[in-house]
């Protein structure tokens, strides 16, 4: 996995996990991955040594990597989503048809809007 | 919370986090919450004292609370649940709505019977 894919993935897991991390795990985590910043500046940041920073990264990503094998969500979310999508798309499809009949049926438009609010719910939260 | 309320919220706990769980831990919960043995069965089963089976269940238990504070997912499925009974609730009206039509409409039926499997799959899963 190159570079940037390797940060998508730790931060969408890290979304998913990153409450069952330590304080300072999650610390050196956002330090690394949200701030951006080197392991050096890290170090210096906090008070520990250079490897003491890689070291905790390195277990925080093998823990990240862990949980995702035993529990999945990350995946689960990827699928659920892909099917939301398909969802989102069939009642565009719906208001669309509905919208170019000639009578307007008020009753399908009002279930097609507090659907896609539905939809749209389940998509954010 | 009585103690059939309990071992629901066990259960449910258990389907989410229990892949979090040692060997040995998941093996006593079953024999307790699914085999419904005994804590004096469980001890002569699996030969460790009586005790140890009621620590290790406390400790269990206590961890999958732990998990469900820290995740929340147990929380976050009851909401997701309840969004896509709503939701399925909308397309049945919409269904009904088409069928009892004078012309009925192709195009919005199939949309709908696709938009039920999507609704159904996202709730199976």
């Not at 999650?26 to 330090?31: G, N, S």
């Amino acid at each position: 996995m190159d570079a940037p894919a390797k940060t998508v993935q730790m931060n969408l897991l890290f979304d998913l996990y990153g409450q069952l991390l330590t304080d300072r795990q999650r610390e050196i985590f956002i330090l690394y991955y949200h701030d951006d910043l080197s392991l050096g500046e890290i170090a210096e940041n906090i008070q520990i040594s250079r490897q003491g920073v890689y070291d905790t990264l390195q277990r925080v990503e093998q823990a990240l990597l862990d949980l995702e094998r035993s529990l999945g969500l990350l995946a689960k979310d990827q699928r659920r989503n892909q099917t939301l999508r398909t969802l989102e798309g069939l009642l565009r499809e719906m208001r669309e048809h509905v919208e170019h009949t000639q009578v307007r049926d008020e009753v399908l438009l009002r279930c097609l809007k507090e659907a896609m609010d539905a939809v749209e719910e389940l998509m954010t939260e």
